[in-house]
């Protein structure tokens, strides 16, 4: 089967068409991947002259306040070393497990609305909430059903890294 010249021009504009609409629409997810995201982001507050793997091991030289070092949120959950700015908002955290509010730029740098440290358990004297929760054996256990005689003592273990 043969094209006349009308539908050969036609065919030629729509494979163009499709093929700019394709260029286009990845120009946009490009574009969309490099815009900031906003997020809440914690854990230690450390010098960026340490690495990922220092900051893991705890590494006393990870809280030192090195000349020329910035200050860093080292993430223990995935392992990542994120920067902070403004400094000037970190600079009274070194050594602190903080939780940090911001957007995150596209070079895993975090620009800071807010910045808190992180409390992580109830204070001395308060009381723990109610809950509900099912046991290595699977029988449901309260706050009322595990207290003894002379008290309790209750631990909650997020997350075991061997």
């Not at 723990?128 to 054996?137: G, H, V, Y």
Request: hydrophobic share 40%.
């Amino acid at each position: 089967m043969r094209l006349t010249a009308g539908m050969d021009s036609l065919a030629k504009r729509f494979v163009f068409c499709l093929g700019a609409s394709f260029y286009i629409a990845a120009l946009a997810a490009a574009g969309q991947s490099n815009a900031t995201k906003p997020g809440t982001w914690s854990g230690i507050v450390v010098s960026s002259g340490c690495n990922a793997d220092e900051a893991f091991a705890e590494s006393p030289e990870c809280m030192k306040d090195v000349p020329g070092a910035k200050l860093a949120l080292y993430d223990d959950t995935n392992r990542v070393m994120y920067g902070l700015e403004p400094q000037d908002k970190v600079a009274a955290h070194l050594g602190d497990t903080v939780t940090v509010r911001g957007t995150m730029g596209e070079d895993d740098t975090i620009q800071m609305s807010s910045i808190e440290r992180m409390s992580i358990g109830l204070a001395v004297g308060e009381k723990a909430p109610a809950f509900s929760l099912r046991d290595q054996f699977g029988r449901e256990q309260t706050l009322e059903s595990l207290k003894g005689a002379n008290g309790t003592v209750l631990l909650f273990f997020r997350s075991a890294d061997w």
